[in-house]
């Protein structure tokens, strides 16, 4: 009996999952929205974590590489009012059909004069890649990101790295303090 449920509940399993294929790979467009905020780490615990304000105008890109690892689209868009960005992309490119998990969306560029650092926080400074869709349903093929981040000068981390450090073998031996 256990045995014809396993059955029954794999075959269902490949079904739906094979369903699902074939629905994102008739869609002609993909959405990509999220949300660009700014935080304050000059402001106290609560404001700092729920404090976050929107960002209007900022830049966010989506870049979408092909199986050879080059770029085979490019886009961006600005954020509105609350700050939330919606990308809207043709799944095919010149000729070629664009793998969701071939692309990622980063930050770009912010209007804010005070709050224009690009943070890590969900990714956003580096890029975050395409994954798993939120919504597909009938024709809607929809990615929802995350927040990013801002920060202010006064909040950004010094890069520590000691790769970028300009001191030669000779200036180590001197013991310069």
Not at 157 to 173: A, G, V
Request: with cysteine; glycine share 6%.
């Amino acid at each position: 009996m256990k045995a014809v449920f396993m059955v029954v509940a794999a075959a269902s399993l490949i079904l739906v999952l094979s369903n699902f294929i074939e629905a994102s790979k008739a869609m002609d467009v993909m959405h990509i929205t999220g949300k660009v905020l700014c935080q304050d780490c000059t402001q106290g615990w609560n404001e700092w974590v729920d404090g976050a304000k929107a960002i209007k105008g900022s830049v966010v890109s989506l870049t979408c590489l092909d199986e050879r690892r080059r770029v085979m689209y490019y886009g961006s868009d600005l954020t509105d009012e609350a700050g939330i960005f919606d990308l809207i992309v043709n799944r095919t490119c010149h000729g070629k059909t664009i793998k969701p998990q071939n692309c990622f969306v980063r930050l770009v560029s912010s209007p804010d004069p005070v709050c224009n650092i690009a943070t890590d926080f969900a990714g956003g400074k580096s890029g975050v890649k395409l994954h798993r869709p939120a919504v597909v349903y009938r024709d809607l093929l929809k990615y929802v990101l995350s927040p990013f981040y801002y920060t202010t000068p006064m909040c950004d981390e010094p890069d520590t790295n000691d790769d970028d450090n300009l001191e030669t073998d000779d200036d180590k031996d001197q013991n310069n303090y």
